[in-house]
């Protein structure tokens, strides 16, 4: 069973910055794209930012500008730079890797909290 593992979460003040990290137990195939979402309490989940297999990149409004996704060369492990938080930036973020007709994968999150 792969397995998305994220790491990087933490505590920062807001105008901080945090790195996310997340990576595949091992190699995943057919994968279209990777991305992040998140969850605040008492919110549904939203989607962050996503990159395809093309490199096409796609961010929430709200993120836009101070957020920044890559992916590493291996295509299996994905990147969230987060630069500039906001107090509402707070959440449990998660990884997720889409796999077209497969079942898309899921990381377990790891929390982001921005203290004002």
């Known amino acids: 069973q792969v397995q998305l593992v994220e790491s990087g979460g933490g505590l920062v003040q807001a105008g901080g910055s945090l790195r996310l990290s997340c990576a595949a137990s091992?190699?995943?195939?057919?994968?279209?794209?990777m991305g992040w979402y998140r969850q605040a309490p008492g919110k549904q989940r939203e989607l962050v930012a996503t990159?395809?297999?093309?490199?096409?990149?796609n961010y929430a409004d709200s993120v836009k500008g101070r957020f920044t996704i890559s992916r590493g060369n291996d295509k299996n492990t994905v990147y969230l730079q987060m630069n500039s938080l906001k107090p509402e930036d707070t959440a449990l973020y998660y990884c997720n890797a889409n796999r077209g007709l497969l079942a898309a994968l899921w990381g377990q999150g790891t929390q982001v909290t921005v203290s004002s």
């Open positions: 091992r190699s995943i195939f057919s994968i279209n794209a």
């Open positions: 990159i395809t297999s093309g490199g096409t990149i």
